[in-house]
């Protein structure tokens, strides 16, 4: 355990408490948890440190963000499942490669990404409203597990930010689900993203477990509490939710890459 102030600590806490609600609802919540271990950890503390306590962290809350949705959305646990369990091979993957790419490089790509995105999003205000009817066909399926699992899993072992967000929109658009929905199967991928990665950053030492069960617990009362408000407001909630987390993952890459 680093020399962090008592202050800090109490900062980092709420922090992950905010983090684990922004992921529940739609994703994203890395854009706040892993800058603020970034700062709030000492100068001499390792990069790989952080991002692998951010891992310890983030798999807690998703984890309760998950059984929360499960119980109470229309999710499909199996094909969730099948998704998330490729997520995890392609999180290994990516946190294998981890440095390997320049982030300089990458930012500008993935801004451009994000930025479609949201002009999709805000121009068609009917995607995610509803669910398809009937059953999703083996293609897509097959499609949601190499893009959203093996492909999204990867992005999020090797670079991370917005890897919530774009598996909602990936799995509204594969699997024709609302956003609600979307958002609950989101949730189980994401634990198998994060368990991924977090193999490999706990086989490396690069997690600080005592800072991050601490900041665990209440990452994992914001992403309950997401959760819940998420199921009793509706996907139209989560649209906002995403289009104001896009928006800010965009700022913040332009900050990092221009500023």
């Not at 819940?228 to 928006?247: E, N, Q, Y």
């Amino acid at each position: 355990m680093p020399d962090i102030s008592l202050t800090m600590i109490i900062v980092l806490c709420a922090a992950a408490a905010a983090a684990g609600w922004i992921d529940a609802v739609v994703g994203g919540g890395g854009l706040l948890l892993l800058p603020a271990l970034m700062l709030g950890l000492p100068s001499n503390v390792p990069l790989t440190h952080a991002l692998g306590t951010n891992k310890a962290v983030a798999i807690v809350g998703t984890t309760g963000a998950a059984v929360t949705f499960a119980r109470k959305a229309p999710v499909d646990v199996r094909t969730a499942v099948r998704i998330g369990l490729a997520a995890m091979a392609g999180a290994m993957g990516g946190a294998l490669l981890a440095g390997v790419f320049s982030k300089d490089t990458m930012r500008p790509v993935i801004m451009v990404v994000l930025l479609l995105v949201a002009a999709f999003v805000l121009f068609r205000p009917s995607f995610g409203a509803t669910a398809a009817t009937g059953p999703v066909g083996r293609g897509r399926v097959v499609a949601a597990i190499l893009l959203a699992g093996l492909g999204i899993g990867f992005y999020d072992g090797l670079i991370g930010p917005g890897t919530g967000t774009f598996l909602v929109l990936s799995l509204t658009a594969l699997l024709h689900l609302d956003l609600l929905t979307a958002s609950a199967t989101a949730k189980i991928v994401n634990v198998g993203t994060n368990a991924g990665a977090l193999a490999v950053f706990a086989t490396r030492g690069d997690v600080l477990w005592q800072l991050a069960a601490l900041m665990a617990a209440f990452n994992l009362l914001g992403g309950m509490a997401g959760a819940r408000m998420a199921l009793r407001k509706g996907s139209g909630f989560v649209r906002g939710v995403l289009l104001t987390v896009v928006v800010a993952l965009v700022v913040k890459l332009g900050l990092e890459q221009w500023a």
